[in-house]
């Protein structure tokens, strides 16, 4: 299975502040036929289930605002809140899908400095 | 509107059985590969199955092989979680969630409200 691995587990950011999530897959999620990454990014706040936020590493969903971005390699990625807002405090999972079984990052919390 | 609505989970004692459904509306349902998730209280998400188009491909986190038994019917667009065998870590809010319908590997763009299992004596 491909372990995905998430740093920090929480971090906490000044209004307006840019936070940075990292997610690291101990194999590649590239696959190498159509050159895409498999790698989703989600929200999810207390009691609601998760919200899809970024697939591909760095598509954004429909209507997700364009503060929220992804990048990555075959192996490292990063989502980032350029401009954190009240609303923007959740937990933000990173997953692979390019194998079965898919994999989730074990989290990171992000609250408001 | 995506709609996915869970149904069955409850309190059952260890070995014991329950049968979650998952009701679809607001797309073809036959079309995507659906999933079910997990989450115990204050964990992360984790990945118990998943079923294409047709019913004719499953399969299985190692956790839940040989116990648990996903299902469809596209006739009705419900999906099925049978969970036999059940233990306390099985414990957790499942979730079904949708593939995109594009893709056999795909992100989970909707999710339902989730469903509360809880194994204990």
């Known amino acids: 299975d491909i372990v995905m691995t998430q740093s920090p587990d929480s971090l906490a950011v000044s209004l307006g502040e840019r936070a940075t999530i990292n997610c690291k897959s101990s194999?590649?999620?590239?696959?190498?036929?159509?050159?895409?990454?498999?790698l989703a990014w989600y929200q999810q706040k207390p009691g609601q289930p998760p919200k899809l936020l970024i697939y591909?590493?760095?598509t954004r969903e429909s209507g997700v605002p364009d503060r929220f971005s992804g990048s990555g390699s075959e192996t490292d990625f990063t989502l980032t809140i350029t401009s954190l807002q009240a609303e923007d405090v959740a937990v933000y999972y990173c997953?692979?899908?390019?194998?079965?079984?898919?994999?989730f990052g074990g989290g990171t919390k992000v609250e408001i400095k | 509107e995506v709609q996915l609505v869970e149904s069955g989970g409850g309190l059952v004692q260890p070995g014991g059985s329950l049968r979650l459904s998952c009701a679809a509306s607001?797309?073809?349902?036959?079309?995507?590969?659906m999933h079910w998730v997990r989450q115990a209280p204050g964990k992360g998400l984790v990945w118990v199955s998943r079923?294409?188009?047709?019913?004719?491909?499953?399969a299985y986190a190692d956790s839940v092989k040989g116990r648990f038994t996903i299902s469809r019917d596209n006739a009705n667009n419900t999906l099925y979680l049978q969970m036999n065998s059940l233990r306390a870590e099985d414990t957790a809010v499942y979730y079904c969630?949708?593939?995109?319908?594009?893709?056999?590997?795909?992100?989970?763009?909707?999710w339902g409200q989730g469903t509360l299992v809880t194994v204990s004596s």
């Open positions: 969630a949708r593939g995109d319908p594009g893709y056999s590997s795909s992100w989970h763009a909707h």
């Open positions: 607001g797309f073809t349902f036959r079309s995507p590969w």
């Open positions: 079923i294409n188009h047709d019913g004719s491909s499953t």
């Open positions: 194999q590649s999620v590239l696959y190498s036929s159509n050159n895409k990454k498999y």
């Open positions: 591909w590493a760095s």
């Open positions: 997953q692979q899908y390019v194998s079965t079984p898919p994999t």
